[in-house]
């Protein structure tokens, strides 16, 4: 009770949020990447820089410019959520949505867990912009486009969804869609990096 009594002070008082506004300036101390990835973001024959990187365990990606001289200028950082090992970001989609909206769709294994059972995930993650402005750029949490389950007892499922993009409503801009059997998800672009979702 005592706990949970400074846990509902601290959100009442916004020291919470304190915290977790602080927590993307922390000190790291271990940092492991792969390889940069170039790809021409917004059409200016410069090409950004997507950098997938690991720090004490949390799972980022990073997005850099190369400025005239050639010095590399960070622009943009999401830290994902992963729920166990061997997590990783092993897919990016570019795509244009719109005249204006171009997304990045980010396939993110969320790792293996396994105790009472074994459970491995994997999400989108959508990163949009608009108007060719990197300065846009906000990230969005999808949903889980993967499970592999198995229980204790013997249950075991594996379901694997579609994602694909379609203008359902005919207005020029394209829904994201993630299906499974006779149930979608549908996710329609509101602008600002905002998303709306309905399930059919």
């Known amino acids: 009770m005592t706990q949970d009594e400074h846990y509902f002070r601290q959100i009442f008082s916004g020291e919470l949020a304190r915290k977790e506004d602080t ?5 790291y101390y271990s940092f492991v990447h792969g390889p ?14 997507l950098l997938f990187v ?3 365990g949390e799972d980022w990606i990073e ?4 400025d005239k001289i050639g010095k590399r200028q960070k622009i943009f950082s999401y830290h994902f959520d992963n729920i166990g090992f061997d ?3 092993y897919r990016i989609e570019f795509k244009k949505i719109s005249t204006l909206t171009s997304i990045l769709i980010l396939y993110y ?3 293996h867990s396994r105790y009472v059972q074994s ?6 993650y959508v990163v949009s912009f608009d108007n060719n402005d990197l300065k846009t750029m906000k ?7 993967y499970e592999e389950y198995k229980s204790l007892k013997g249950h075991y499922h594996l379901r694997n969804y579609q994602i694909y993009l379609e203008d359902l409503n005919h207005d020029n801009v394209k829904e994201l869609i993630v299906k499974y059997n006779q149930t979608s998800q549908v996710f329609i672009y509101d602008g600002n990096g905002l998303w709306k979702t309905f399930r059919n």
């Not at 997005?63 to 190369?66: A, E, G």
């Not at 990230?139 to 486009?145: E, R």
């Open 109 to 111: 294994f969320e790792g």
């Open 36 to 49: 940069y990835y170039d790809l021409d973001l917004n059409f200016d024959l410069n090409p950004e820089q």
């Open 54 to 56: 690991k720090k004490d």
């Open 87 to 89: 997590s990783e970001l």
């Open 119 to 124: 459970q491995s995930t994997a999400r989108i």
């Open 23 to 27: 927590k993307i300036d922390k000190k």
């Open 63 to 66: 997005i850099y410019q190369t």
């Open 139 to 145: 990230a969005f949490k999808g949903p889980a486009f």
